[in-house]
């Protein structure tokens, strides 16, 4: 197919513009004004110190690592049960039990998020870090379901059946054969579900009670201009730590890709 | 006979096992979505006054909802943010995806769709936080022009508007939409394409009459992806609106947790989730008549 320069012209400045905002960033946390604002006033770090000497960012972390870790593996766990269940088994009611269970990726995250509340209140449930988590394993199980289904479906059945045929039992081929095939799924979906639980506001806000973690301590920074070049400093910090997480889970799902004999046909959705 | 029974009773146990290994997952899915969505139907149904939530069942709150000249301009104002916001990305992310799946090299298929991705899984509050820095009344855009001596007075047509919550969010979903549209893309068959031209028609009319109809489940699945977060999105009419263009998630807020009207608060959710099924109903509906066009 012949080159269309103006195609590749478009696609360039496209790129440019998802990543404009972005790289804003660095640029005013350096920068040595409060103002966000041209001309820049010269370079500083400052801001990154500012950051640094607040105690409530760190409590706010703290909060959002513990919740993030825990959602990562509890929706990776539901994940590998859904499944390895659509992948290899038919039963009664699948796509309306599948269905319900991929909900949470269609439906907007305030009506998740008020329908928890209601009932987390009416049932007596104390908010905190605890509710916040109810809330997001159930919304990055859908994407945990989706990393892990397509992890298992490039598992060759045979394999399986040729440990089945060597004497091992249902539960020791899981752990021998499959497991270790699907650990490239497996660890993607446990740095997604990470990644999507420490973005995560809406939950976090209305579900926290008043335990602060670190997207809802950004959301309140937002309230006092004078805090901005501070979350521009920490913004600068996340970004890196999502790149260098997003590399990891590219890496070893294109492993998982290579391992199971697959062709690489790009993303993670 | 007996080989039949065989059969029934493995495809019985394949059931059991099947059902088995998914109840973990479905069950939490059905206490903490299915029963939590279920009441938010009960509790709008009901009404809620100072004494607690009311045991009859009546329609009164969505008569409000429905009627209510501020929840219909709500409404109207979602809906019309989250389609142009579903237009534009989608008419925008077009080009790229057919870039990505047509014009690069396979080997450098992925790295492409990697740098796409990547600023979709920074945080979505920073980058909202960051256009309102760039569209602000002393933000970035107005600073710089002046400071270029383009300007002399700050525009205020970009600050606190529909058209900077469209840009903020058409940029948030912008990878959302890519995905999608090249998946569908990469599926085409590329024998397809030189047929048509083998068969005399130019390169536009090919795409047009091939790869365009092949490719749109995965526009409307970019429409979809994109549509259905934006209509409930809080954070850009919180943030870029100033809280002075509120949406329905908005609005969702303030009457459950500022008036603690749970029941009219339900009914609007409710209504909510109604104008997107509604919407991904009649997608789905001409995403089906679309591949029965193409299995004609």
């Given at each position: 197919m012949r080159k269309n320069p103006s195609l590749r012209i478009y696609a360039l400045a496209y790129l440019a513009f998802l990543y404009a905002p972005i790289v804003l960033l660095p640029i005013f946390a350096f920068?040595?004004?409060?103002?966000?604002?041209?001309?820049l006033q010269g370079f500083t770090t400052n801001w990154f110190a500012e950051m640094w000497a607040d105690q409530t960012l760190f409590i706010a972390f703290r909060n959002s690592l513990t919740i993030a870790v825990s959602a990562a593996v509890f929706s990776t766990i539901l994940g590998i049960f859904a499944a390895r269940a659509s992948t290899r088994y038919k039963f009664p009611g699948k796509p309306g039990i599948l269905g319900l269970i991929m909900l949470p990726m269609v439906l907007p995250e305030m009506i998740v998020s008020m329908a928890l509340l209601v009932v987390l209140i009416a049932v007596g449930v104390p908010l905190s870090l605890f509710t916040i988590i109810l809330g997001h394993v159930l919304i990055c199980t859908p994407f945990a379901v989706a990393i892990l289904t397509s992890a298992f479906q490039s598992l060759d059945r045979s394999l399986e059946e040729a440990a089945y045929d060597l004497g091992e039992t249902p539960a020791s081929t899981f752990r021998l054969i499959i497991l270790p095939l699907v650990m490239p799924g497996i660890i993607s979906s446990l740095l997604i579900s990470f990644t999507i639980s420490l973005d995560e506001f809406i939950i976090a806000y209305f579900l926290g009670g008043n335990q602060t973690v670190l997207s809802v301590y950004i959301f309140g920074q937002?309230?006092?201009?004078?805090?901005v070049p501070a979350v521009m400093a920490l913004g600068t910090i996340l970004v890196c730590i999502s790149i260098i997480l997003l590399t990891i889970a590219e890496y070893f799902r294109r492993r998982g890709i290579a391992k199971s004999g697959g062709k690489d046909t790009g993303g993670f959705l | 006979m007996e080989q039949g029974a065989a059969r029934g009773r493995f495809r019985n146990s394949e059931a059991a096992n099947g059902l088995a290994l998914v109840s973990p997952t479905a069950i939490y899915a059905i206490l903490l979505l299915a029963a939590p969505l279920a009441a938010v139907v009960l509790y709008s149904l009901m009404v809620d006054s100072k004494v607690g939530l009311s045991s009859g069942l009546t329609f009164d709150n969505y008569l409000k909802v429905w009627t209510g000249r501020i929840d219909q301009a709500l409404m109207l104002r979602s809906l019309t943010v989250s389609s142009v916001v579903t237009l534009v990305t989608v008419l925008l992310a077009y080009p790229v995806a057919y870039f990505v799946s047509f014009h690069v090299k396979p080997e450098r298929k992925s790295m492409w769709i990697f740098l796409i991705t990547i600023p979709f899984w920074t945080s979505y509050l920073i980058r909202v936080f960051l256009w309102k820095v760039i569209l602000?009344?002393?933000?970035v855009v107005n600073s710089g022009l002046m400071s270029l001596g383009i300007i002399d007075e700050p525009l205020t047509?970009?600050?606190?508007?529909l058209g900077s919550m469209i840009m903020t969010l058409a940029h948030a979903y912008a990878a959302f939409a890519i995905l999608p549209i090249f998946v569908s893309l990469e599926k085409i068959d590329r024998s397809l394409l030189e047929a048509g031209q083998d068969l005399g028609e130019s390169k536009l009319m090919t795409f047009i009459r091939v790869t365009l109809p092949l490719s749109m489940p995965g526009v409307i699945a970019a429409v979809l992806i994109v549509f259905i977060p934006t209509i409930g999105d809080y954070v850009t009419p919180e943030l870029i609106g100033g809280?002075?263009?509120?949406?329905i998630a908005n609005r969702i807020e303030a009457i459950m947790l500022?008036?603690?009207d749970k029941a009219l608060g339900s009914a609007i959710a409710v209504t909510a989730m109604l104008i997107v099924t509604v919407v991904s109903v009649v997608f789905l509906l001409l995403n089906r008549r679309f591949l029965k066009g193409q299995s004609k």
């Open positions: 920068n040595d004004s409060r103002v966000i604002a041209f001309p937002f309230r006092f201009p004078a805090k | 602000g009344y002393n933000g047509i970009i600050n606190y508007s809280g002075k263009l509120p949406m500022k008036q603690n």
